[in-house]
């Protein structure tokens, strides 16, 4: 190869790279038009540090670009990968074992939910609702996270069953739902906002793509399953739960 030319492989490298790029600007674009368009139109107003705002909506591209490849190269084949290793090792025990530590460790280090449970802490003792001295609001929050977890994890392994079973998936989220309802009446009003958003937070960056991968990989190599039919619907559960556990979590904690 002569000196200065490119190679072929190097060109599609880089055409690869940018198209991966545009799929995420073009992912961000609308948002990025609803943000210009209350600004300038609605509020008339310049975007502030127009340089930084600039180079803050580059470096999202690019953690984006990132971020999705990231998953498309590691978690999901990883996440799939192990759960057809343990259905092919034929022990439930061990499968359901995974399952739970799964959700759990997954939701501990989820980024969100420790943000939300930070604040939450703080709150609470601008309340008056706990002590207020950073111990006490460490604990809280650290709880708040812990029942989160403990709750994801248990969702994981009842989806797991779900799938082994073939229960179908729509009884299981109706009863949670009735379940959620009831505990609403019943739990401290300081709490419930809380557990509602539990559930949001929870199925995030972290979770979603490994508990994903866990329930395709897992239908795919049962018989009689369809990873369409009965791989998805886990994430349905890890958001369904965290509210009755961090209600519950409330109950005990308020009386």
Same mark, same amino acid.
């Given at each position: 190869?002569?000196?200065?030319?490119?190679?072929?492989?190097?060109?599609?490298?880089?055409?690869?790279?940018?198209?991966?790029?545009?799929?995420?600007?073009?992912?961000?674009?609308?948002?990025? #038009?609803?943000?210009?368009?209350?600004?300038?139109?609605?509020?008339?107003?310049?975007?502030?540090?127009?340089?930084? !705002?600039?180079?803050?909506?580059?470096?999202?591209?690019?953690?984006?670009?990132?971020?999705?490849?990231?998953?498309?190269?590691?978690?999901?084949?990883?996440?799939?990968?192990?759960?057809?290793?343990?259905?092919?090792?034929?022990?439930?025990?061990?499968?359901?074992?995974?399952?739970?530590?799964?959700?759990?460790?997954?939701?501990?280090?989820?980024?969100?939910?420790?943000?939300?449970?930070?604040?939450?802490?703080?709150?609470?003792?601008?309340?008056?609702?706990?002590?207020?001295?950073?111990?006490?609001?460490?604990?809280?929050?650290?709880?708040?996270?812990?029942?989160?977890?403990?709750?994801?994890?248990?969702?994981?392994?009842?989806?797991?069953?779900?799938?082994?079973?073939?229960?179908?998936?729509?009884?299981?989220?109706?009863?949670?739902? !009735?379940?959620?309802?009831?505990?609403?009446?019943?739990?401290?009003?300081?709490?419930?906002?809380?557990?509602?958003?539990?559930?949001? !937070?929870?199925?995030?960056?972290?979770?979603?793509?490994?508990?994903?991968? #866990?329930? !395709?990989?897992?239908?795919?190599?049962?018989?009689?399953?369809?990873?369409?039919?009965?791989?998805?619907?886990?994430?349905?559960?890890?958001?369904?739960?965290?509210?009755?556990?961090?209600?519950?979590?409330?109950?005990?904690?308020?009386?």
């Amino acid at each position: 190869m002569k000196k200065g030319h490119t190679s072929p492989f190097n060109l599609s490298m880089f055409r690869a790279a940018g198209q991966k790029v545009w799929s995420s600007l073009t992912d961000l674009l609308p948002i990025l #038009l609803v943000i210009a368009f209350f600004q300038i139109v609605v509020l008339k107003q310049p975007l502030p540090d127009l340089g930084r !705002v600039a180079f803050g909506g580059v470096l999202v591209v690019l953690g984006l670009t990132f971020f999705v490849q990231g998953l498309e190269m590691g978690l999901f084949p990883i996440g799939e990968a192990m759960a057809r290793a343990l259905a092919r090792k034929g022990s439930l025990f061990w499968l359901l074992v995974f399952a739970f530590a799964l959700g759990f460790s997954t939701t501990v280090a989820e980024p969100a939910l420790i943000a939300v449970a930070a604040e939450a802490a703080n709150i609470a003792a601008q309340a008056d609702l706990i002590v207020s001295n950073q111990a006490a609001i460490n604990q809280y929050a650290l709880g708040l996270r812990y029942s989160v977890a403990v709750s994801v994890g248990i969702a994981i392994l009842i989806g797991v069953l779900r799938i082994l079973r073939g229960w179908p998936v729509h009884y299981l989220i109706i009863g949670g739902y !009735v379940l959620v309802m009831l505990m609403t009446l019943i739990a401290p009003k300081e709490i419930v906002g809380i557990a509602y958003d539990a559930g949001g !937070v929870t199925t995030s960056t972290v979770t979603v793509p490994l508990v994903a991968a #866990l329930g !395709v990989g897992l239908a795919s190599i049962i018989k009689g399953r369809s990873p369409l039919v009965d791989g998805f619907g886990l994430i349905a559960f890890a958001s369904l739960l965290p509210m009755i556990f961090v209600m519950g979590y409330g109950l005990i904690l308020f009386g």
